[in-house]
């Protein structure tokens, strides 16, 4: 027996086994919530670029920090994430340049809408004066021609004013969290701060809940979704155990820790 020999195959023997629990350690870390400093933290199917690794979220759901706010991509527009709910998987989100200028004209009608969105229009150029209960948009106005914002253009009519009068139109959806009571608070507000009230989306991605609350966080790895738990990753839950291992490595390092040991216990005989 080669006493020399034996130490050092026994250290090979542990660093190649020591990674595999390292790693799956450090996926579990990788993935905890991140935040960009104002707005909601950010996990599964979210990811933040530079700061989650890839396998902590969805590709669709990329962000990044912009002035300490999470903006998400969506149809080449960018969006500020307000809020999200991971329990009904929704966000509430408002474009991005409605908080980068100081006079917001939306001139794109929004693709992003559901029925529970109520319409806020915008009505640009026109020839009459803006009627009662609107939002004047002083930035867009000239001596002759008016612009300004309105909740539901069939209230605009209501109002004997003509929408003819107005050379273009743009609607953006906004929610009201409380839609039963009156407009008067919102009246109070100013345009540019409704326009950032924003309006909420769904995602359809596997629920995250019962990894959680097992301890686990959520990912996606080789096309399939895992649940990092501090032991490893599995398929569902860190309960269950269907322990998924090391996929990177299990084959390599089992292979070639295989091959050690056979040396280490030839080198003992």
Not at 34 to 62: E, M, Q, W
Not at 94 to 118: E, N, S, V
Not at 212 to 228: A, D, I, K, P
């Amino acid at each position: 027996m080669d006493f020399k020999r034996t130490p050092f195959l026994f250290i090979i023997f542990f660093i190649i086994l020591t990674p595999q629990t390292l790693s799956s350690h450090e996926k579990f870390e990788a993935c905890a919530p991140k935040s960009c400093g104002k707005g909601p933290n950010i996990s599964y199917p979210f990811r933040v670029a530079h700061s989650h690794s890839p396998f902590c979220g969805l590709p669709t759901f990329d962000i990044t920090c912009r002035h300490e706010y999470p903006v998400i991509k969506i149809s080449e527009e960018d969006y500020i994430i307000r809020e999200i709910s991971y329990q009904t998987h929704s966000f509430l989100v408002a474009y991005a340049a409605f908080y980068d200028l100081k006079c917001p004209t939306p001139q794109m009608p929004c693709g992003l809408r559901t029925p529970d969105h109520i319409g806020f229009f915008f009505f640009y150029n026109c020839t009459s004066l803006p009627p009662k209960f609107s939002y004047p948009i002083h930035c867009s106005n000239t001596p002759k021609l008016h612009s300004f914002a309105a909740f539901h253009d069939g209230f605009v009519e209501l109002m004997n004013f003509s929408v003819d009068s107005c050379q273009s139109s743009v609607e953006v959806p906004i929610d009201i969290p409380n839609q039963d009571d009156d407009f008067s608070g919102l009246l109070r507000k100013s345009y540019s701060d409704v326009l950032k009230m924003g309006f909420t989306l769904n995602w359809s991605a596997q629920n995250c809940s019962n990894c959680e609350t097992s301890g686990g966080r959520c990912g996606f790895e080789s096309n399939e979704f895992v649940c990092y738990c501090p032991d490893g990753p599995h398929l569902q839950t860190c309960k269950q155990g269907n322990f998924l291992g090391n996929k990177s490595c299990s084959g390599s390092c089992s292979n070639l820790s295989s091959v050690l040991l056979f040396l280490l216990i030839n080198n003992l005989s």
